[in-house]
């Protein structure tokens, strides 16, 4: 039977765009990304745990998501050709 996997994405961007002069705009923002990493349904996908076993290491069957969560910038220059 194949497994099911599910991961969940959020995006969320804030952008502003300055007139700097009637030739040149500055774009410049902040972005958020939360990214969660795919995960089997029912919790049957093993993962290796170096800490397991006194050391020796084992398998793991997590039914917990792990994450990851950013922020990133944003900046562009707009200008017409010939400036």
């Keep these: 039977m194949p497994a ?5 994405r959020n995006v969320l961007l804030c952008l ?3 007139k700097v002069s009637p030739k040149l705009t500055v774009n410049v923002g902040i972005r958020y990304e ?3 990493i795919p995960r089997e349904l ?3 996908t093993a993962v290796f ?3 397991l ?3 020796q290491g084992g398998l793991l069957y997590p039914k917990q998501n792990t994450s990851a969560a950013a922020f990133y910038t944003t900046f562009g220059l ?3 050709m010939g400036f």
């Design 16 to 18: 502003d765009e300055i």
């Design 78 to 80: 707009t200008c017409p």
């Design 4 to 8: 099911t996997l599910q991961a969940h």
């Design 42 to 44: 029912a919790g049957e």
């Design 34 to 36: 939360y990214s969660q």
């Design 53 to 55: 076993g006194g050391g």
């Design 49 to 51: 745990d170096p800490t």
